[in-house]
């Protein structure tokens, strides 16, 4: 399995994870109700995991960790951050037209806090199932 691909399975799981845990904390206080403390949580655990890994990948993989992206792999990397791009925004657009109407922020944040980790679940999913192709 390419570095690339363990990245991205890696991602997959911490930005599931923290996405999931989120998601049920949000759901737990209700969708209106102000940004909880565990979305804050969820981001710097999603942080600090990306940051863990990348030393992790540069002590296991010194060589492959450093190297620049081949053809095929900047291909893939465009083609999962454009599908991830259409996820955010699958998100935030209905986030930012209901507090236009509504004038509701915490609901806005709440959506906009789920959608950025359902994008990175989007990305990262996306890289691995066009690795296997």
Request: charged residues 10%.
């Amino acid at each position: 399995m390419a570095v690339r691909e363990i990245v991205a399975w890696v991602m997959v799981a911490l930005f599931g994870g923290a996405g999931a845990f989120c998601f049920a904390s949000i759901l737990g206080a209700g969708l209106a109700a102000p940004p909880q403390k565990s979305a804050i949580v969820a981001a710097v655990v999603t942080v600090t995991g990306a940051g863990v890994l990348e030393v992790a990948l540069a002590i296991f993989f010194p060589r492959q960790s450093g190297a620049p992206p081949d053809e095929r792999e900047r291909l893939i990397v465009a083609r999962a951050g454009h599908w991830a791009g259409l996820a955010f925004l699958f998100g935030v657009l209905p986030a930012l037209g209901h507090y236009a109407v509504n004038g509701d922020g915490n609901i806005m944040f709440n959506v906009i806090a789920l959608s950025l980790f359902a994008s990175g679940v989007a990305e990262y999913g996306s890289q691995i199932i066009l690795f296997r192709r």
